[in-house]
């Protein structure tokens, strides 16, 4: 794998702002460093600076700041924040392992859209961040924009939901080995006919193609699988919407009679909603029907009967991305690592 080029090609120069600008190169430095005041610079030579900055998007050369040791000691945190996953406490494990390392930080919500994640990136780079730590599906790693403005930060982690090919250090925080853990499970306890429940999001896939894989490896065809989809809001502003719709889904496909004895589902909280829609149809938890969650939550440990569920493993994503952030700030020509770390399932009386 390429090491992450450090200058972006075409690059806007000092000195092409100092040309355009009308000014010398140190007077443009001072500027677009903030050292106007310091050294009395004029209010209409600093807009002139500015303006040209602006005009010309122009971005710190990262690398040559770092060789001349200016690092701003700032990592910026690009997490999609939306929905009713527990991310908050690995946001929170970031901002402090930055912390007592001598680092600020920026923590921003891209909203899992790319657009949104390419402005962030570009305000970073402005600000002159050191550093990017992001949560990014494969749509966001193939973005050419956004690949492009990766290479203006001298560290770069992303983590990703599947192993793909990029040009920084990647954690992948793989959700299959939970769905797949339970579904074997759940086919060897007895089940004879399973069904997943997961929003209309795409990167929901690839759990559902690890049950279809599961279910392929005991002799089943694909067809024996039930996928239930239902639609969420993306970002999610009110949560709650997404276990209502799927309650809903169900509903309406499955009036009377269940055509499945066991239901994986995208996290605690659909799976609390589906204990109940099913207790409310008569059916006992686990004898007539299998649940299983994901995440791990409080809730699923004080419903009744107990949640089977995924354990995310948060920790150790914590502790990929603080090693591969510090080890690439102090040797940012090493060549890019990779770390994978698998969610698994936890058994409990829910899935029987």
């Known amino acids: 794998m390429?090491?992450?080029?450090?200058r972006p090609m075409p690059r806007v120069t000092m000195a092409v702002i100092a040309e355009r600008a009308g000014v010398s190169r140190s007077?443009?430095?001072?500027?677009?460093?903030?050292?106007d005041k310091e050294l009395k610079i004029s209010a209409e030579t600093c807009r002139r600076v500015l303006d040209v900055v602006r005009e010309l998007n122009y971005l710190p050369d990262v690398a040559a700041r770092t060789l001349l040791g200016q690092k701003t000691r700032t990592i910026g945190i690009l997490w999609s924040l939306s929905g009713y996953n527990p991310i908050v406490g690995m946001v929170n494990s970031l901002t402090l392992m930055a912390a007592a390392n001598g680092y600020r930080t920026f923590l921003i919500d891209h909203l899992n859209d790319a657009k949104k994640t390419a402005?962030?990136?570009e305000d970073l780079a402005s600000r002159r961040v050191d550093a990017i730590v992001m949560d990014a599906?494969?749509?966001?790693?193939?973005?050419?924009?956004?690949?492009?403005?990766?290479?203006?930060f001298v560290a770069v982690v992303a983590v990703s939901n599947e192993p793909i090919k990029v040009p920084c250090d990647l954690v992948v925080h793989r959700r299959g080995p939970l769905y797949e853990q339970?579904?074997?499970?759940?086919?060897?306890?007895?089940?004879r006919r399973l069904a997943i429940a997961m929003p209309d999001v795409a990167n929901h896939d690839l759990k559902v193609d690890a049950v279809r894989n599961v279910l392929a490896e005991a002799g089943h065809s694909a067809e024996r699988l039930i996928e239930i989809r239902f639609h969420v809001e993306f970002p999610g502003i009110d949560p709650l919407s997404g276990q209502e719709r799927l309650v809903d889904a169900l509903e309406a496909r499955f009036p009377d009679k269940m055509p499945f004895d066991a239901l994986m589902c995208a996290s605690d909280e659909d799976a609390a909603y589906c204990v109940q829609w099913f207790q409310n149809k008569g059916m006992a938890?686990?004898?007539d029907m299998a649940i299983v969650g994901a995440n791990d939550t409080l809730l699923g440990r004080i419903l009744r009967p107990q949640l089977a569920t995924g354990h995310r493993h948060n920790e150790g994503v914590s502790e990929a991305i603080r090693r591969f952030l510090f080890a690439r700030l102090d040797n940012s020509l090493a060549a890019p690592q990779t770390?994978?770390?698998?969610?698994?399932?936890v058994c409990r009386k829910s899935a029987g």
């Open 182 to 191: 339970a579904a074997r499970y759940l086919l060897r306890s007895g089940r």
């Open 2 to 6: 390429a090491v992450l080029p450090k």
């Open 119 to 121: 402005a962030a990136l």
């Open 137 to 152: 599906d494969r749509h966001m790693l193939t973005d050419p924009k956004i690949l492009a403005l990766l290479r203006h």
């Open 285 to 287: 938890i686990p004898d």
């Open 339 to 345: 770390a994978v770390i698998d969610m698994e399932f």
């Open 27 to 35: 007077t443009a430095s001072f500027v677009i460093n903030g050292r």
